[in-house]
């Protein structure tokens, strides 16, 4: 990557090569082997490998020539996937923000508008089930599950359901709304077993929260929720 070159092993049992790379090579059987960088305008995106496991090769100017070549091309593709990829994904998010305003302005009241809200946003992120908690900023508690979307029907229901023990409450409200971080939440993350057993009840494998500010001051909290069914 420094020198910005193509390096070539002919025989990898006739160099010096770091115990861990050898190992590898051992493991994989390779013998010769072959890489280049891979750079897009003077910066290092990646590189190429290319192993030999039935006989040695013995590289020469040609091949290395073609393998730079060749990464010359996969450079400018990958940078053209990549920013096909940042449209797309741009493309999308507009998509669900517009959807998100029509939708909440058509609604007759705030449980349509949340509900709407919420299968937007399941939909963004290919999720099980999406909810809101709203946040009491005078009792410093959050509300029970609101605005509900589930993926399918059958699956358990949670909107109208209290589910904070007061010590989790209380971690929400610290990670959520003072250090303005998003949890993501296990069955085997270092969380209450009540709220375990709570997730375990809706067959959640990840639960994430994500706090909602209006004005700097918190107002809610959104939960994202895979299931394991």
């Known amino acids: 990557f420094i020198q910005r070159q ?3 092993i002919n025989n990898v049992n006739e160099i010096e090569l770091p115990e861990e790379t050898k190992d590898l090579f051992n493991v994989f059987g390779v013998k010769s082997f072959l890489s280049a960088p891979i750079i897009y305008k003077d910066e290092l995106i990646g590189r190429i490998g290319l192993h ?9 100017k040609d091949d290395i020539d073609l393998i730079s070549a060749i990464t010359d091309q996969l450079a400018t593709a990958i940078r ?6 940042q449209i ?4 999308n998010r507009e998509i669900v923000f517009k959807n998100i305003i029509s939708n909440t302005l058509l609604s007759s009241n705030l449980e349509g508008a949340l509900r709407n809200i919420s299968a937007e946003i399941a939909r963004l992120f290919h999720a099980d089930r999406t909810n809101f908690m709203f946040f009491d900023n005078t009792l410093q508690t959050f509300s ?10 059958y699956m358990p229901l949670a909107e109208g359901k209290v589910i904070l023990e007061k010590n989790f409450e209380q971690f929400l409200i610290e990670e959520l709304f003072i250090k303005k971080k998003t949890l993501i939440m296990e069955s085997n993350s270092n ?12 067959y959640i494998k ?4 994500i706090p909602i500010f209006y004005r700097d001051k918190p107002i809610a909290a959104v939960l994202i929720n895979y299931a394991e069914l």
């Open 6 to 8: 193509a390096l070539f």
């Open 52 to 60: 030999y496991i039935n006989d040695y090769r013995s590289f020469n």
């Open 80 to 85: 053209q996937a990549e920013l096909y990829t």
């Open 88 to 91: 797309e994904e741009t493309k």
């Open 144 to 153: 029970e599950i609101k605005g509900e979307y589930r993926r399918k029907e």
């Open 191 to 202: 969380i209450p077993e009540g709220f375990k057993d709570f997730l375990k009840s809706l």
């Open 206 to 209: 990840t639960a994430v929260a």
